[in-house]
């Protein structure tokens, strides 16, 4: 029987580093922060500050050094923490990033919901 997104998403969250919204807090200004969400997202909802944007659809890009579009924040081989609106994307895009090397990385569990949920602060962009 073919696997269903949610199956994908477990299989990921189970590969990857789960972080809740404290420890992503406590890793900020030492980390890349990632946002997978697309741009009307982020315009509705607003961000996490110091968060880089990239949709989902074009981490792949950003990420691998050997791609035309590759992003030089990806290159320092530092911590990665990728979020999306409640953590399904970011974990399935955590495992990715393993795939392409990334070693030290991982997502926040919940995603941005779960970091309003605690009263973190939104930047709006």
């Not at 789960?18 to 909802?45: C, F, H, I, M, P």
């Not at 989902?56 to 609106?85: K, M």
């Not at 895009?93 to 030290?104: F, I, N, P, S, W």
């Amino acid at each position: 029987m073919p696997k269903t997104a949610k199956d994908m998403i477990m299989a990921a969250r189970a590969r990857v580093e789960n972080l809740s919204a404290e420890q992503v807090a406590t890793e900020l200004g030492g980390a890349l922060l990632v946002d997978l969400r697309e741009a009307d997202e982020l315009g509705k909802e607003g961000a996490i500050a110091g968060a880089v944007h990239v949709p989902r659809g074009l981490l792949e890009f950003a990420a691998d050094p050997t791609s035309p579009a590759h992003r030089a924040e990806f290159a320092t081989g530092g911590r990665v923490i990728l979020y999306c609106a409640s953590g399904g994307r970011s974990a399935l895009a955590a495992a990715t990033l393993k795939d392409l090397g990334y070693e030290r990385v991982a997502h926040l569990d919940g995603g941005f919901k779960a970091w309003k949920d605690q009263g973190r602060p939104v930047e709006r962009k």
